[in-house]
T-cell receptor
């Protein structure tokens, strides 16, 4: 199976909260990330969390991590039409030989926000 | 400050041809990574370079190669292009040992 799994689609009404879920398989994951990709664009890092934390809040974004169940979620409060995009969950482990952390991505969740 | 830049933005090639994609990292970032994103999928790791040396390689054939220059910019080369190489190629840069990578806008390659 995939190392990082996400549901493919989520549709919400403008002003509601969105919750995007992700599961991962590697118990040695050190960092977990959420990236956003708008149509035709590259990836924008939204937020990330260290594996020994269980929650991180950044303005409208709340990340929850359940390390026991290997489950990560991203909550977007007061979702706006501008939040419509693909959201990628990713995990990384400590680099083996110098260099930097290399994220392994899920397939992405398409968030559709309708009026 | 300028972010990661990539060139060209779009490219059309035919099967069997060769392609070179270019990436300039964020100023001060010495580590550069390349990813392939096929339509409908998440990015897949191809290479990471730091100090002009390959520091990591994903599960890609030898037709894929890369290098890093003294100014930390990087090139990704793909030989003998196949239809399946059509994808968005993303470059990311980071400080060495940093837990986060910052992505460029990508180069969209279409192989006919």
């Amino acid at each position: 199976g995939e190392d990082v799994e996400q549901s493919l689609f989520l549709s919400v009404r403008e002003g509601d909260s969105s919750v995007i879920n992700c599961t991962y398989t590697d118990s040695s994951s050190t960092y977990l990330y959420w990236y956003k990709q708008e149509p035709g664009a590259g990836l924008q890092l939204l937020t990330y969390i260290f594996s020994n934390m269980d929650m991180k809040q950044d303005q409208r974004l709340t990340v929850l991590l359940n390390k026991k169940d290997k489950h990560l979620s991203l909550r977007i409060a007061d979702t706006q039409t501008g939040d419509s995009a693909i959201y990628f969950c990713a995990e990384s482990q400590e680099p083996l030989s110098g260099g930097s952390y290399i994220p392994t991505f899920g397939r992405g969740t398409s968030l559709i926000v309708h009026p | 400050d300028a972010g990661v830049t990539q060139s060209p933005t779009h490219l059309i090639k035919t099967r069997g041809q060769h392609v070179t994609l270019r990436c300039s990292p964020i100023s001060g970032h010495k580590s550069v990574s390349w990813y392939q994103q096929v339509l409908g999928q998440g990015p897949q790791f191809i290479f990471q370079y730091y100090e002009k040396e390959e520091r990591g390689r994903g599960n890609f054939p030898d037709r894929f190669s890369a290098r890093q220059f003294p100014n930390y910019s990087s090139e990704l080369n793909v030989n003998a292009l196949l239809l399946g190489d059509s994808a968005l190629y993303l470059c990311a840069s980071s400080l060495v040992g940093q837990e986060t990578q910052y992505f460029g806008p990508g180069t969209r390659l279409l192989v006919l």
